[in-house]
């Protein structure tokens, strides 16, 4: 392997999930989280795409060819997990507690005086939400 790569990488580009329910994924990202749905290219499978920031959220409805929905079923903070920054996790938290969405942990502080909320989507993903001090 060469010392250094010709390769930089930008930026987180999208996440792609299976899901069972894609209406129900939508609820949950576009009316829970506030991202707002994308056009998406017409596949031969369906899906949907959420923009969150600069990054994306592509979700491709459980079928035949796409492996299972669904994480694998250990809810720990140190699980497999993707994260977004928000402005206020604490204030995430109690907006998530409303909306009935399932908790793992949080919102609890880091060491570097970070706030990290873990919950689950409908299909048992476990999200952080984080803010800076």
């Given at each position: ?84 920054r ?41 999200i ?6």
């Amino acid at each position: 392997m060469p010392a250094t790569s010709s390769i930089r990488v930008q930026t987180l580009d999208h996440v792609t999930i299976v899901v069972k329910d894609l209406e129900r994924s939508r609820q949950f990202y576009c009316d829970v989280l506030g991202m707002e749905e994308q056009d998406r290219p017409n596949f031969a499978f369906q899906g949907s795409w959420f923009q969150a920031g600069d990054t994306q959220i592509h979700t491709i409805l459980e079928f035949e060819d796409s492996g299972p929905a669904g994480d694998d079923g250990k809810k720990s903070t140190r699980a497999h997990h993707f994260a977004f920054r928000v402005d206020d996790a604490k204030a995430a938290a109690e907006h998530l507690k409303a909306c009935g969405v399932p908790f793992v942990a949080g919102p609890k502080e880091r060491p570097d005086g970070a706030v990290q909320t873990f919950v689950t989507d409908p299909d048992g993903y476990i999200i952080e939400l984080c803010s800076t001090p």
